[in-house]
């Protein structure tokens, strides 16, 4: 599931409250700290919380409690792009080494 397909899940007017951390997609819809979708006014489902959950008073085996519905993964685009840096970069440096080789041999 995306970051936008997890917006879908916010708990309001009747609908699933999903929940993202570390990866992971919690369904804390039957819980009651997370009436219509607010958890006590400090997080709202349909969003990932790896961040917040950090600073939370409580330990993450909390969340992890929760059913696993799904995990989180980037959307398409920024899949394809994630990681690669600037490639061009990686182009020259490969070709300098090669030519540094050349020049030692």
């Known amino acids: 599931m995306t970051p936008e397909e997890l917006k879908q899940y916010d708990g ?3 609908r699933k409250a999903y929940v993202a ?3 992971k997609i919690y369904d804390v819809t039957d819980s009651p700290l997370w009436s219509d979708g607010d958890h ?3 997080h709202q ?3 990932d919380l790896t961040e917040e959950l950090k600073t939370a008073p ?3 085996s909390v969340i992890e409690r929760f059913t696993v519905v799904g995990e989180l993964r980037k959307p398409a685009a920024a899949a394809d792009g994630a990681g690669s840096g600037k ?3 990686v182009g020259i440096l490969l070709l300098a080494l090669v ?3 050349m020049l030692i041999f």
């Open 12 to 14: 309001r007017d009747g």
């Open 99 to 101: 030519l540094v080789i």
């Open 21 to 23: 951390v570390n990866g």
């Open 58 to 60: 409580h330990v993450r």
């Open 40 to 42: 006590q006014g400090d």
């Open 45 to 47: 489902a349909g969003c």
């Open 87 to 89: 490639p061009w970069i």
